[in-house]
């Protein structure tokens, strides 16, 4: 009897997820490869997980807020910029960002090395925004704000332009 089968009768909760180094949906938006690691579908919709990656020189998405769900950032190679609270800050690898419901944000690239970061969403109702996004980014375009905006829209986001 091989192992699975022993302990195939065994499993009594949710089965683990497992995504390798090649596996995973891509998004691409423009400068910025997303590969999605957890979509939801295995945490009750409750966390979403991708790897982000921006090119060198990539300003990313428009000052922005989210009403519903946290967003959280870990530098895992390269340099990102984070903008929240009127300033903006360098994070290094190794660094993390959480940023919770309401809080005015936004982050980029302004080196010439690429940055790959790790970002966490919960819950998981923001990959759908990004699925939607890629595809204004279709064919090389680049999304107006008004585009981005009307997308942000159906996923409790909003702009936003203060400096706090």
């Known amino acids: 009897m091989t192992e699975e089968a022993r302990t195939s009768g065994r499993r009594s909760g949710p089965a683990v997820s497992v995504v390798g180094p090649g596996d995973g949906e891509t998004i691409v ?4 490869r997303m590969r999605v690691l957890e ?3 295995h945490t009750g919709h409750r966390l979403w997980i991708a790897e982000s990656g921006l ?6 998405p428009p000052r922005h807020r989210h009403a519903q769900h946290d967003e959280g950032f ?9 903008h929240r609270r009127g300033r903006g800050t360098r994070r290094h690898r190794g660094d993390a960002r959480d940023v919770p419901p309401g809080a005015p944000h936004t982050f980029a690239d302004l080196t010439d090395e ?12 923001y990959v759908h925004y990004f699925r ?5 980014f279709a064919d090389g375009r680049t999304p ?7 997308v942000m829209s159906r996923y409790a986001t909003e702009p ?3 400096l706090t």
């Open 39 to 41: 979509d939801g579908r």
């Open 55 to 60: 090119a060198p020189r990539t300003q990313g």
């Open 29 to 32: 938006l423009g400068t910025t």
């Open 160 to 162: 936003a332009t203060e």
């Open 132 to 136: 939607d996004l890629q595809e204004a």
């Open 114 to 125: 690429p940055a790959v970061m790790l970002s966490t969403f919960t819950p998981d109702l």
């Open 74 to 82: 870990h530098v895992l190679s390269g340099t990102a910029r984070f």
């Open 144 to 150: 107006t704000r008004q585009a981005r905006t009307e």
